[in-house]
């Protein structure tokens, strides 16, 4: 989960990093009320990259100027993330910016300090970009040995590498993905600064930071409805431009029976795992999600039946067809149970295909046949 | 085969809890040697027959157990490893989804410390065919043969599996790694053993998208693995930028794209299949023709 770049900052400055004094506003004449002195810096709380480049930082000399800005401002989408608000601060003396970031190294194995003597920059595109593997128990030492490889002294190295402990501090504290500070700005004074802030919070760890509970619907902001809905009822979706439904169990197989449509000459809608020991119940809300997108035309159920029994798969099939008898569906079902549901699907009409093959195939040429009639709810036909 | 066979001696943590309960079941039907389990307060019960104590040390101590399989919830399972380990446990096979990564990082550099091997986690575990299944897998579609696999998935290991099984190509041992960015064992472990077991000639990694680890397992084959390995990757479909189901299926940045990890499996002598029974007839071929340059 992302968050905006005032909370990010309040993180920080709860857990003791330095951060500009600052305002937020909803509304341009709110400016008339924030008393931090020209100039001023408004900059857009949007979940997106690239929030300068797209016209999201501004820096007015004048309260008429502030306003009349903060009002386009406000109106901004970046990347089809909305502006939440405004974030208004003081503009900072600046003598140097630097970059500071915690991450996790999936490669490693373990935390990483990822630093630059360049701050404000594209990290992914820099060459001059530091990577220091971070131990397990941590020490305060991994702060100041990176503030001297950044070629630091004195003052200054004392205060970043204090920052540098805080900023893992609340990595792992708060079970982050990524703790980003870029630019961390060293002020003509010798203050140092978190300028601007990212952080991504771990999904699987959300439910144990009671601090975060209950954000991430807000913060959701590159999901479709569906995709949205999915999540909130644990199940992954994600959707695609072709015209096949597909409903599987494991991201792994999901993935493959995507490839093989493809490959077979076909267009997958989307991707949807619907987990290992899905029961009845969870598996017709998947069905209902495949089949509520109005591109798709066929639905291609694959499941592998290892902790998955299939005849609660059968159970919500039956269910489904009642519902939407015209409904393409091709299914191949296979594993645990599959004799109990065998029966159960006999009786509702529904061919199985034991060979995934042959099943991705039928899948394929049902979805160019034109199939697209869309089904009705049983009763309103 | 290769890290467990039938005397293997299994503890299973979290054994009274539905799923632990459900897959001890699964596993003592297949022949795994369950020795014993352990849930905290539950000492001096039995689960199908399987004496449960409160602690890893007294199950050790009474069983002499050398590999535990984990059903904990996922913010239990740090400390459910390190109990593990502490106990004097050298394999570990973590089921668990959903630990955040961080603990798993803490339990993967504490394993390293005590040169034990952890499998997973969010993995479906390990089987050697008609000797030990350690997991959730489904033991009816395995069976023994010459073919070693190695995976990150668990239903498209099933899947592989039972295209090769189909085709009267059994398994020495498979291996689900699991799908989480930081896990355990890995590709190049896993494939060095299968290297040195007699019982393997022919290896199947299958990968998917996200990080890159496929690239590097491609070009230490090159390097070191004579025996023939067959290639397969999943997500050539997959849109960027979205987590595809496990957490470590994301391309991001451009990179861990499945063309990038097909591309380094050509370069390096790994042989390519696009689809499960594809898997199965490109190892019948190397089976024919084991012999690498």
Redesign the interface.
Known sequence: MNLYEYEAKRIFAEGGINVPPSQRITKPEELAKVHLGYPLVLKCQVLAGGRGKAGGIKFPKTLKEGMALAKDMLQLSIKDSKTESLLVEPAMPIARELYLAVT?D??R???IFIASAEGGIEI?SSSNVLTEPIP?PYHPYVGRNLAQKLGLKGAVLNKVADIANKLYKIF?SK?L?LAEINPLVITEGDDVVALDGKIII????I??QPQFRGWEEAHLCDLSVRERDAKMSGL?L?E?DGNIGIL?????????T??????FGGQ?GN?L?A???SDQKKTLAALELVNDNPNVDVILLNI????TACDEVAGALVEFMKKYPERAMIVRL???NQDIAEKMLAQSGLKLYPD??EAVKEAVSRSKAGSSKKPVAAGKA | MILVDKHTKVIVQGITGK?GAA?TKRMIEYGTNIVGGVTPGKGGEKMHGAPVFDTVKQAVEATEATCSVIFVP??LALDAGCEALDAGISLLVLIT??????DT??L??QVKAKGAKLIGPNC?GIITPGQSLIG???GS?FKSGPVGMV?????????IA?ALTESGLGQSTCVGTG?D???GLDYQECLTMFENDPATEVIVM?G??????EE?AAAFIKKTIKKPVIG?I??????PG????????IIS?GKGT?ESKLEAFKANGVRVA????EVAKQVADALKQPAKA
């Open positions: 996790l999936r490669d194995g373990c935390p992914e397990h792992e079970d993905d771990n999904d699987d760890a439910n144990r992954n994600v695609l599987c169990n494991g991201a792994g197989l999901t993935m493959a995507m490839d093989m449509v493809k490959a997958p991707f795992d987990g290992g020991g592998l039946g290892g902790i296979r594993g645990n995934l093959e | 799923m897959h996922p913010y989804e959903g630990i955040p990564p961080l990082a803490k993967v550099a479906p959730i897998l489904p579609i995976s990150k998935s668990g239903t498209l290991t099933y899947e039972l799908g960015p930081i896990k299958i998917e998208i996200g990080g890159n680890a590097e397969f999943a997500g050539q479909t997959a849109p979205k987590r595809m189901g496990h957490a470590g299926a940045g499945a696009m689809t499960p029974a």
